[in-house]
Nanobody
């Protein structure tokens, strides 16, 4: 059974940093594309960042490019999202997802974590 477990969410001041982690079980992330999505209250789930199964290609939403970095540690079967220069509008529940390839649409992912709350105070 596939499980993705996110952690690292917290309350942080604007301008601060957080690192989210997603530990996978039941699948080897080295053979999956991994992604982070987020969902704010009343809004649709949106793509934040993705990394191809090979690890060589990364993808970012325009709103986070230059501030967030996605990475993977295949030995630990874990994906990370380093978030710097956080803004109030980054406040959301952050979800980890896995599938065959990186897609900007959440509907294309079959494996999801339960989410971790990130709150950025202004």
């Amino acid at each position: 059974q596939v499980q993705l477990v996110e952690s690292g969410g917290a309350l942080v001041q604007a301008g601060g940093s957080l690192r989210l982690s997603c530990v996978a079980s039941g699948l080897r992330i080295s053979t999956y594309a991994m992604a982070w999505f987020r969902q704010a209250p009343g809004k649709e789930r949106e793509f934040v960042a993705g990394i191809a199964w090979s690890g060589g290609n990364t993808y970012y939403a325009k709103s986070v490019k230059g501030r967030f970095t996605i990475s993977r540690d295949n030995a630990k079967n874990t994906v990370y999202l380093q978030m710097n220069s956080l803004k109030h509008e980054d406040t959301a529940i952050y979800y980890c997802a896995a599938d065959s390839f990186v897609s900007y649409s959440y509907t294309n992912y079959n494996n999801w974590g339960q989410g971790t709350q990130v709150t950025v105070s202004s």
